[in-house]
C-alpha cells in the first residue's frame, strides 16, 4: 500500500497513492505544482545554502543542528512524487553514513551529548519516514537501506537507556518501518521513547519541562501544551503505538487532549500555537489574532494527528479539523507560484511588513512569504504532504468505501471505481460517478457546518446530517451519488473567553475562513467596523470573494489612548458586576462616531499576501 500511514488495526484502512489519484482542481493543481515547482525550489535552495554540501563533508559545515532532517523530509517528497532527482540525493546521503549506521553531519565528533537540542534523533526519524516512503512507493534501494541501518542503530544504542530526544518524531517513523517491515524491535522502540517522555528523560531548560512535553507522562496529560510541532509530532507517536499494541488507555489519553486543545487552543484557521518566543501553545483561550504564531509545520502536524485519529475511531470530528487545516493553513503558506512561502500565519497583520530577499530569519518572517529561511522545514514539509495527499482523502471501511475530503479525483477499491467531480471549495456539490461497480456501501463526510446538506442516489434526495452520510446499492457503471453542502457565507463569532479578539467576528464560508486584506486602495482595516448583514458573493476567475458592508471610525485625536469610566462594578469583583461592565464597554464602544460606509472586500484567507505586502484582519471589530 502506497501510504504514508497504514495501521494493522483501527476503525478504518486508508487508501494510498495507488487508489486515488487527483485530476485537476484545487488539490490536484497544487499537488502538480508541488512536483513541478516546489520539490526544485527546496532543493536548489538547499544546495546553494550548502546544506547538501554537509553531506559531501564541504567545510565548514553550513545550516542549523538539524538541517539535515530538511534532506530527509525533501527525500519523503521525491520518493512520494516519483522525482528523478531522488537516487543522486539518496546517493550522496548514503556517504556519509558511518560504519554502524550513524548518521548525523554535525554532531560525528561529538554523538548524542546534547538531547535537549542535538536533534539526532530528531533527523533520523525523517530519514526513516523517507526510507518507508521510498520502499513503498518504489522498494527496495539505497535509500531503504541506509534507512534500516540507521533504525538499527538506534535500537541497538537506546533500547536499554532512559535517553529520548527534545524533539520527537522518530517515534511514528520507527512504527511506520514496522509495519512495512514487520521487525518487532522497531515499534518496541518506538513505545519506549513514548513511555519515557515525562518521567523526565531530559535536563531542565529555561523554558520549562512543558517545552519538551517532559514535564508529565503522556498518560498523565490532559492537553497538548510546549513546543506545538513538538507536542504533535508525539501524540502521532502515541496514536500509532496505542494502535499497533492494542493500548487504549494510551489511545483515549491522546484523544482527550486532543479535544480539549481543540476546544481552549485552537486558532480559527485551525492553527495551533500562540506564542512566538517558544513556539508554543498558549494558556486556554490564548489566542490572539495578531500575535498568532500557527506554524505552518504545526499545522502539518496537526493533519497528522487527527488523521491517525481519523483512521483509529472512524470518527468525522477528526476529518472535520483536519480539512479546516488544509485549507487555511497548508494552503495558505506557499504563493501562488510555489516558489515562497509562510512559515507563520498570524490572523492579523497590522502594517504591510517590509519585503526582504534572501534567506530569511524564521524569527522574523511574519507576514510575508518567503524563498527561504534560516530554518527551512516548512518548505519540505509542504512538499512531502502534498506529494502524499491523496492518501488523506478516502479509506476502506471494510468493503464499504469513506470519503473524507472532497476533491477531482478517481478512488478505487475491491473492484468499486469512482470518479469524483466538483468545484469544491467553491461549489459545495460533489458527484460521484460509478466506473466500476458491484454492491456496497459508499460513505461521504458532511462536514458539520453543512447545514442543510442533502444527499441524492436512486433518484431519491434526503437530508444529511452532520458526519458520514451513506449511499448502498448495487453499483453499476453510470450510476451516480450527488452531495450537496450548502455555501452560504456566515459570520462566526469567538468564545467571550477568547478575549484578544472579543468583540469581533470573522467570515467563513465552506471550509475556508476568509480575511479583509488592504495592499492597494481598500479601506485602513485598522480604523473598519463591520456593519450586520451577510456577505455579498462575487466570483472572480473562479474564486468566490465577498463584501462586507462596513464602515470606518475616525480615530481619536488624544493624547492619551485610555478614558476614565464607573470604576465601581469592576471594584466590586462579583461575576454580575463583571458582566455589567463588559455590556457598557461593549456599549460605548458600539457608540462610537462612524464614519462613511465603505464595502470591506474579503478573500479567502489562503490567498492573502500575493499582491505583495499588505495588512490582513481575520477577526473584525463589530459596529
Known amino acids: 500500500m502506497v501510504n504514508p500511514v497504514t495501521p494493522s488495526a483501527g476503525v478504518l484502512s486508508p487508501l494510498g497513492l495507488d487508489a486515488v489519484r487527483l485530476a485537476p482542481g484545487f488539490w490536484g493543481d497544487r499537488a502538480d505544482l508541488n512536483r513541478e515547482v516546489m520539490i526544485d525550489h527546496c532543493l536548489e535552495w538547499m ?28 527525500l519523503e517528497a521525491m520518493a512520494w512524487a516519483g522525482h528523478p532527482g531522488l537516487p543522486e540525493l539518496a546517493a550522496t546521503v548514503a556517504a556519509a553514513q558511518e560504519g554502524d549506521g550513524y548518521l548525523n553531519t554535525r554532531w560525528s565528533q561529538g554523538r548524542y551529548s546534547d538531547f535537549e537540542w542535538g536533534h539526532e534523533l530528531y533527523c533520523y526519524g525523517h530519514l526513516i519516514q523517507a526510507g518507508v516512503a521510498r520502499l513503498r512507493a518504489h522498494g527496495e534501494d539505497e535509500l531503504t537501506e541506509v534507512a534500516r541501518r540507521a533504525a538499527d542503530h538506534v535500537c541497538g544504542r537506546f533500547m536499554e537507556t532512559t535517553e529520548t530526544c527534545g524533539h520527537p518524531v522518530v517515534e511514528m517513523a520507527l512504527v511506520e518501518l514496522y509495519r512495512v517491515t514487520g521487525t518487532e524491535r522497531y515499534l518496541e522502540m518506538a513505545r519506549r521513547f513514548v513511555e519515557r517522555r515525562g518521567t523526565p528523560a531530559l535536563g531542565p531548560i529555561h523554558l520549562g519541562r512543558a517545552y519538551f512535553q517532559d514535564d508529565l507522562p503522556v498518560r498523565r496529560a490532559r492537553v497538548l ?82 488523521h491517525r485519529l481519523l483512521l483509529a475511531t472512524g470518527r468525522a470530528r477528526y476529518a472535520d479539523l483536519a480539512e479546516r487545516t488544509l485549507y487555511n493553513v497548508l494552503a495558505t503558506s506557499p504563493a501562488l507560484d510555489g516558489r515562497s512561502f509562510f512559515y507563520a500565519n498570524p490572523l492579523q497583520m497590522r502594517v504591510p511588513p517590509e519585503p526582504r530577499e534572501g534567506v530569511v530569519p524564521h524569527t522574523s ?53 469512482l470518479r469524483l467531480e466538483t468545484d469544491y471549495p467553491w461549489s459545495g456539490t460533489v458527484t460521484a460517478h460509478v466506473v466500476e461497480g458491484r454492491p ?72 475556508l475562513v476568509y480575511c479583509a486584506e488592504s495592499a492597494g486602495d ?16 462575487r466570483t472572480a476567475d473562479g474564486i468566490v470573494e465577498l463584501e462586507a458592508r462596513a464602515c470606518l471610525v475616525p480615530p481619536a485625536d488624544t493624547a492619551w ?3 476614565s469610566g464607573n470604576g465601581d462594578a469592576a471594584g466590586r469583583g462579583d461575576a454580575s458586576a463583571r458582566e455589567d461592565t463588559d455590556v457598557q464597554e461593549a456599549a460605548d464602544d458600539a457608540s462610537a462616531p462612524a464614519g462613511r460606509e465603505v464595502t470591506l472586500r474579503m478573500v479567502p484567507y489562503h490567498r492573502w499576501g500575493n499582491r505583495g505586502p499588505s495588512s490582513m484582519r481575520v477577526w473584525l471589530p463589530l459596529a
Open 47 to 74: 544546495e546553494r545554502e550548502g546544506w547538501i554540501g554537509n553531506f559531501r563533508g564541504e567545510r565548514p559545515r553550513r545550516g542549523r543542528e538539524f538541517s539535515d532532517s530538511e534532506a530527509y523530509k525533501l
Open 365 to 417: 518572517g511574519v507576514g510575508l512569504r518567503s524563498s527561504w529561511y534560516d530554518v527551512s522545514c516548512c518548505p519540505n514539509n509542504i512538499a512531502r504532504t502534498l506529494a502524499s495527499l491523496p492518501a488523506y482523502l478516502a479509506a476502506a471501511d471494510g468493503d464499504a468505501l469513506r470519503v473524507h475530503h472532497y476533491a477531482p479525483a478517481e478512488i478505487r477499491h475491491r473492484g468499486l471505481t
Open 561 to 563: 489612548p485610555y478614558r
Open 440 to 511: 456496497g456501501r459508499v460513505a461521504l463526510r458532511v462536514p458539520s457546518w453543512a447545514e442543510g446538506a442533502t444527499l441524492t442516489h436512486g433518484g431519491t434526495t434526503r437530508p444529511a446530517g452532520p458526519g458520514y452520510v451513506t449511499a448502498e446499492g448495487d453499483w453499476r457503471p453510470g450510476d451516480r451519488i450527488r452531495l450537496d453542502l450548502p455555501m452560504r457565507a456566515r459570520w462566526t463569532f469567538p468564545d467571550r473567553r477568547v478575549d484578544a479578539v472579543r468583540g469581533c467576528a470573522a467570515v467563513e464560508r465552506g471550509p
Open 225 to 306: 501544551r510546549g513546543h506545538a510541532v513538538r507536542a504533535l509530532y508525539l501524540s502521532a507517536g502515541a496514536v500509532d503505538v496505542a494502535v499497533e499494541t492494542g493500548d487504549d488507555e494510551l489511545l483515549h489519553a491522546i484523544e482527550e487532549q486532543w479535544e480539549n486543545t481543540v476546544a481552549r487552543r485552537t486558532h480559527l484557521t485551525g492553527g495551533m500555537g500562540s506564542r512566538h518566543a517558544d513556539e508554543s501553545f498558549g494558556e486556554d483561550f490564548e489566542l490572539p489574532a495578531d500575535r498568532a504564531y500557527s506554524e505552518t509545520c504545526a499545522g502539518i502536524a496537526s493533519i497528522m494527528l487527527a
Open 522 to 537: 481598500e479601506p485602513p482595516l485598522a480604523l473598519v467596523k463591520v456593519l450586520p448583514g451577510p456577505p455579498a458573493e
